[in-house]
């Protein structure tokens, strides 16, 4: 392994794994808060992580495996040795190897920022979260569980359109098959029995959830990120209204445009379930909007930083002083009561402007335009900048042309 001079002068080292635009999103944000260049573990160096001056790349097909992580971040730890390091992910498959690996870890060389294995577990089962929002009175959305290995579709509660998801989204994403979609929307019982085989043939094993389909589009969605610090108490609860979603196949659901909003009732009722369950660390939600009944439905908990984690930082409230503060310098983190209205956004303006019909709306993303409040995690001019990088940047962004002439929102 080369060893980076300007990586070993750092007071400390983010080592972060994947590859996507939530891994350079969290870079950068240690980047803006401690000039600190992080390395990232991926199995395939392209995309946001390419070309990119704040990152030193480790290119491994294998990472994966456990213990070729293991031996990789020994080789970090003796290449770099005697500097603290994070080890940070973005998604749950690399949150579980994390997991796995916690153990053989040096406590005196590295911070591992998640709760235990036994909290993910619960928590990221949909159909245990689901149970614990029961319990402690959180809002969620009407849903039936299809016990594991089974097909049986018994008779739902509620009506048609039904959607259909795995409660185990970590034995669901690695698994390829025809037809596979993050979730599905069924408008009869012949269409959810046939989702539902299509699953069980393609692999998946594990529960599925049946779930009422709550109306609205895209700007229905929210979202909500929660910082719980080791002293057990809920230090931020950034909130967020989604105005528009990604929908190819295999990202439907993740927020390309996020307006950072403040609600404290939400926050309440999220901090009210992580901290009965002692939880330590990043949680991201997903809710949606009722206009039935005006509430808003919890939907999941992701126990970590999620893919479009930047709008928690481009609302003043940088992710990366959260896990230094809290693992490395021990400090007290008063809690934050409040965050900037920003937008946060990947696509082009146009784009966005097509897609969100609310005249209310519309008006209010011009003027974040119009006072400069658009922040994008690539577009990032303290990083400096290459030919390639400006590049990737500028494809990226007209990519989303392509996508969304593809597969348009589906409420569209």
């Not at 577990?121 to 149970?131: G, Q, V």
């Not at 596979?180 to 998946?204: D, H, I, P, T």
């Amino acid at each position: 392994m080369n060893r980076s001079e300007t990586v070993a002068s750092q007071p400390f080292i983010p080592v972060i794994l994947g590859g996507n635009l939530g891994v350079y999103s969290i870079a950068r944000s240690f980047h803006e808060a401690y000039y600190v260049k992080s390395i990232v573990i991926s199995s395939n160096v392209s995309g946001p992580i390419s070309h990119a001056p704040i990152l030193e790349t480790i290119e491994r097909p294998n990472y994966t495996d456990e213990k070729e992580l293991l031996n990789l971040v020994s080789e970090i730890e003796t290449t770099y040795a005697n500097i603290p390091k994070f080890l940070i992910a973005t998604d749950d498959g690399n949150v579980d190897r994390i997991i796995a690996i916690r153990e053989f870890l040096s406590s005196d060389e590295w911070m591992v920022p998640y709760t235990t294995r036994e909290n993910i577990d619960i928590l990221t089962n949909k159909s245990k979260f689901y149970e614990l929002c029961e319990e402690l009175g959180l809002d969620y959305p009407k849903q039936h569980t299809i016990p594991a290995n089974e097909t049986e579709v018994a008779e739902i509660p509620f009506t048609y359109p039904v959607v259909i998801k795995p409660a185990r989204s970590i034995y669901f994403s690695p698994l390829s098959f025809a037809g596979k979609n993050k979730v599905y929307f069924a408008q009869n019982e012949e269409e959810l029995k046939s989702y539902v085989q299509k699953m069980r043939n393609g692999g998946y094993q594990e529960e599925i959830i049946m779930q009422e389909f709550v109306p609205g589009d895209d700007t229905s969605m929210h979202i909500l990120t929660c910082y719980t610090a080791q002293d057990g108490e809920t230090k931020l609860a950034s909130f967020g209204q989604t105005l528009l979603e990604d929908h190819t196949p295999s990202a439907i659901g993740n927020p390309v445009v996020i307006r950072t909003m403040n609600n404290e009732e939400v926050g309440k009722q999220a901090k009210k379930l992580i901290e009965h369950m002692n939880f330590v660390g990043f949680s991201n939600f997903d809710l949606k909007y009722d206009e039935r009944d005006g509430k808003y439905k919890f939907f999941e908990l992701n126990a970590r930083l999620g893919r479009s984690n930047y709008y928690v930082t481009a609302g003043g409230n940088n992710t990366a002083e959260f896990y230094v503060k809290d693992f490395l310098y021990n400090e007290r983190i008063e809690p934050v009561t409040g965050q900037e209205e920003v937008l946060f956004s990947v696509v082009p303006k146009n784009l966005l402007l097509k897609y969100v019909e609310d005249p209310k709306l519309k008006e209010i993303v011009k003027e974040f335009y119009r006072n400069k409040q658009v922040k994008s995690p690539l577009d990032y001019s303290g990083a400096g900048k290459n030919l390639k990088r400006r590049f990737y940047e500028n494809a990226a962004k007209i990519n989303y042309y392509r996508k969304f002439s593809k597969f348009p929102p589906i409420n569209k």
